[in-house]
């Protein structure tokens, strides 16, 4: 499996959203101080949790810390640090929601953000999708393993590698090895025309996505794919013969108590008023605030974060046996499956009974992501309206591991490792990675070693210890080690091994 390509795709997007100009000033007026009590506007404050709040928003490290050098500061600091202009997020523990908050401003005139706005949560539609998809099963209403075909009536598959051995299901769509068309969707401008369900799957216009084709032989491999949701969407509404908004509010949001969640497409008028609107990594505005998708199931979910709160919480009552929601059987079905460390669209970290389900979304705009722990009911959501929110995320969740004692989501602890100039530049060069058909380049840059990637993006690496020629890369966490001497000088990144193949 080719790895390098997307690492690389990975590095490009979190080198715009991690470091591309973090300003230390404020984006906008911060609406409260981590110290204060929680907004009244629909936050959470339980008995006792004041203490468990402060102990996570006022310790935030970055995703890299340099032992002896970094110090921790508060959530308000690092969302100034990061350019995301708010953030809302709710903390679940031992089974109950124990506090929620918000901070920052949900428009550029620095109107509040509150706990009853909501935010585009991106891919965890997905995961929402599967979980109502799962209660339909549960009650005999839909099959899982059946061929996709006996479920479509406006759309039928094009021939590709599906056969009746191995055919397209809702169960392999659901978790990303059905084999179909991979990636997401980048959504629409407020006041477009939208296309149908079945013009996205098509590729038609207006759609701007690729149309659907099954790429690969179904349940060989774990690709993910937003297309396949919207197969799926298209199939559930077939089979009910209902919007799947509609579908989705009977069957997840409203018994789940997700109050505010809403996946009507466009968002209507009468909630416009409650949306935080979404920034780009510079910090403007999304033009219109929003972008539009149709693409429901794979994309098109509103909430706060209590309302994911909410969901996590019916989950592990469901998997406890006391949930009205969700049987104890789908919750051993939503586990019993897993494929390369994921089930079902959530990738699962940690081991023993410190195994958390996790799932991230994002859309133009916004940052999202949930994590919980399915036996205890620990858990968080953490949502944010700016394309820079996913490291922040990471480091709201480390600092609840670390107040928790949770073994995982934790930063990455180095030693800095004093380096000669000399030294530097015997490792520069251009490298070549020829399973994968790339280059990086490796130059000096102000006495710092950089990376220099194919589109252009420029990492600046520190030295650190470890077993031999090791560096890092403080915003993003991205390691590189080189090997060998100077006539085969060698570097290893994103689990591959790259060649020198010209000196600097």
């Not at 969707?185 to 659907?212: C, F, H, M, W």
């Not at 600092?399 to 520069?428: G, S």
Request: proline share 5%; with cysteine.
């Amino acid at each position: 499996m080719n790895k390098f390509v997307p690492c690389v795709f990975a590095a490009s997007v979190c080198l715009v959203g991690c470091a591309a100009e973090r300003a230390q000033t404020r984006p906008h007026d911060i609406a409260q101080s981590v110290r204060d009590e929680p907004e009244a506007i629909g936050c959470v404050d339980t008995e006792g949790a004041r203490s468990r709040r402060e102990a996570v928003l006022t310790q935030l490290l970055p995703n890299v810390v340099f032992e002896g050098e970094t110090p921790s500061t508060d959530l308000v600091a690092r969302m100034a640090a990061h350019r995301v202009p708010a953030v809302s997020v709710a903390v679940i523990r031992d089974g109950r929601l124990d506090w929620s908050a918000a901070f920052g401003s949900a428009r550029p005139d620095a109107t509040p953000v509150g706990c009853a706005h909501v935010f585009q949560a991106g891919s965890i539609a997905k995961p929402v999708t599967v979980l109502a998809a799962l209660r339909m099963a549960a009650q005999g209403l839909i099959d899982l393993d059946a061929d996709i075909e006996h479920s479509l009536e406006r759309f039928h598959m094009p021939e590709g590698q599906q056969s009746t051995a191995h055919p397209v299901t809702l169960r392999n769509l659901f978790m990303h090895t059905a084999g179909v068309t991979p990636g997401g969707y980048e959504g629409y401008a407020r006041g477009d025309v939208l296309p149908s369900d079945v013009q996205t799957l098509r590729g038609e216009a207006p759609s701007n996505a690729r149309k659907i084709e099954v790429l690969a032989t179904p349940d060989a491999a774990l690709v993910y794919s937003g297309a396949g949701y919207t197969l799926a969407e298209v199939a559930l509404e077939d089979l009910f013969d209902q919007p799947f908004d509609r579908l989705m509010r009977d069957w997840i949001l409203k018994p789940a108590g997700m109050t505010h969640a809403e996946f009507a497409v466009p968002l209507p008028e009468t909630r416009w008023d409650e949306v935080a609107h979404g920034f780009d990594a510079t910090g403007n505005e999304i033009a219109g605030g929003w972008r539009v998708h149709p693409e429901q199931a794979a994309a098109g979910l509103w909430a706060t974060a209590i309302d994911l709160a909410h969901w996590l919480l019916e989950m592990h009552r469901g998997q406890r046996g006391d949930s009205a929601v969700f049987s104890a059987g789908s919750m051993r079905e939503l586990m019993a499956r897993p494929f390369d460390g994921h089930a079902y669209g959530f990738r699962l970290v940690g081991e023993g009974d410190q195994v958390f389900l996790t799932h991230n979304g994002g859309t133009a705009g916004y940052r999202a992501s949930v994590i919980l722990n399915l036996a205890s009911g620990d858990g968080a959501v953490f949502l944010s309206n700016s394309d820079n929110g996913i490291d922040l995320a990471r480091e709201f969740f480390a600092a609840l591991a670390r107040a928790n004692d949770w073994p995982v989501f934790r930063e990455r602890r180095v030693t800095r490792r004093p380096v000669r100039l000399e030294e530097l530049a015997a490792l520069t060069g251009d490298y070549a990675f020829d399973e994968q058909g790339w280059k990086v380049s490796v130059t000096i840059d102000g006495g710092v070693l950089t990376l220099v990637f194919p589109n252009g993006d420029r990492y600046a690496m520190s030295a650190i210890a470890g077993d031999g020629l090791d560096f890092i890369h403080a915003a993003t966490g991205v390691q590189t080690r080189f090997g060998g001497d100077d006539r085969h000088r060698e570097i290893e990144l994103y689990e591959q091994t790259g060649r020198r193949i010209a000196t600097k």
